[in-house]
């Protein structure tokens, strides 16, 4: 009987499992962070569209740093660093509440964020070097809707905690960031140190070949950002949304792609890359366009559902890089990759919160035309990627 127990114990503890635990877990801290910021700053730290651009950029130089992460597997395997990094955001989230000033906020948006965006780096070269590539996008889709069920409990806490029993934001953000941490604790001291698919390589690199997935990842960074920062920003400064309200708006999205993100995995599965990266930024031109000029908070919150729905398309970029990359290489250049996807992160946030200020219609407009150059790049994905085959030859693309 106790041997059968531990096999059935055994079985439980497989590498999937921790991934999607570490999905749910990421999520009950960072969408208690993003559902409050916005309220919290403007309430008890006067943040205007300056401040909270500068916040955003502080909050991207952890992202723009985490190739550095990959000096860590020097000494640590890259499963502890993931779980450690979601212990740190976790204590970065607990403590937000207790410093509601300027630079109280700039200070722990910058711990949360080094554990999130370490976090982030090493857990998606993990599900690279673990997942199938027959039905990585399928997979790489159930944990999206992981992490989509976990945000949606989360915002509904959110609303609840707020709305019906009164509970101070400062307390929301406490309870959120330690439930995170617990979950990671546990994790850590449960599960076994799962294998990597292969010995990686210690140090940052950057491959010639693999120009269009660093190409693909900078302009995902760029455009995603000035959704980030400015489109929840927009919903409280223009439209009045309360705290409650961005909570209930959080909760309807995460119940949308809870269910449609394993189903657009199955999609992209069946598609290709291309196709699913092409409909995706067709799509954004226009939601980045109509949120140029929306005076409709109804339309407001289609939009931003939409754009998520969208997002969860970028799994193609992942699933792109997974077959043309050496086994060797998914780390380092995963961490590499995050930072390009930073750089323009750093930068782009505090240039629109000037742009805000004058222009907030022009902000969303280059969210468009930056979607029209990713959907350029977009076509240069082989029908069938692999190594030695990273782009589209020219002679294909005429003749197809």
Excluded at 140 to 147: Q, S, V
Excluded at 232 to 239: H, T
Excluded at 258 to 268: S, V, Y
Excluded at 271 to 298: H, K, M, N, Q
Aim: proline share 4%; with cysteine.
């Amino acid at each position: 009987m106790a041997d059968n127990s531990t096999d059935s114990n055994q079985g439980r503890l497989q590498p999937f499992t921790l991934l999607a635990l570490m999905a749910v877990a990421m999520p009950l801290a960072f969408s208690v962070w993003q559902a409050l910021l916005n309220n919290f700053s403007i309430d008890r730290a006067a943040f205007t569209g300056a401040e909270i651009g500068i916040l955003q950029s502080l909050r991207e130089v952890p992202g723009f740093l985490s190739f550095t992460v990959v000096f860590l597997l020097i000494w640590f395997r890259e499963q502890r660093i993931a779980l450690v990094s979601m212990m740190v955001m976790g204590i970065g989230v607990a403590i937000t509440g207790f410093f509601p000033s300027v630079i109280g906020l700039y200070l722990t948006t910058v711990l949360m964020s080094f554990g999130f965006h370490y976090y982030e780096a090493v857990n998606q070269s993990l599900a690279l070097q673990w997942l199938d590539k027959s039905d990585a996008a399928h997979n790489l889709g159930r944990l999206i809707a992981f992490a989509s069920g976990s945000s949606l409990l989360a915002y509904g806490s959110v609303y609840v905690a707020l709305e019906f029993v009164g509970l101070s934001m400062e307390t929301v953000y406490l309870i959120g960031g330690l439930v995170t941490l617990g979950i990671a604790i546990y994790a850590y001291l449960k599960f076994p140190v799962f294998p990597e698919q292969a010995e990686q390589i210690k140090k940052p690199i950057l491959r010639k070949r693999y120009w269009l997935f660093y190409a693909l990842t900078f302009m995902s960074g760029a455009r995603r950002q000035i959704f980030i920062v400015f489109a929840g920003f927009l919903m409280v400064e223009k439209f009045g949304f309360d705290a409650a309200a961005i909570a209930a708006m959080f909760f309807l999205n995460g119940a949308i792609n809870m269910w449609a993100a394993p189903r657009i995995g199955k999609l992209i599965v069946r598609w290709g890359e291309r196709r699913a990266l092409t409909l995706e930024y067709i799509g954004l031109i226009c939601i980045f366009s109509a949120y140029a000029f929306v005076d409709s908070p109804w339309l407001a919150v289609l939009l931003y559902v939409l754009d998520h729905l969208f997002f969860s398309m970028a799994i193609a970029i992942k699933t792109y890089f997974q077959k043309i990359a050496d086994p060797r290489e998914v780390a380092p250049t995963a961490s590499v990759a995050f930072t390009i996807n930073h750089i323009a992160a750093v930068v782009l946030p505090v240039l629109y919160g000037a742009l805000w200020l004058i222009a907030p219609a022009a902000v969303f407009l280059t969210g468009a035309a930056l979607s029209l150059l990713s959907l350029m790049l977009a076509q240069m994905i082989p029908d069938a990627p692999e190594r030695g085959a990273e782009i589209r030859r020219r002679t294909t693309a005429l003749t197809s």
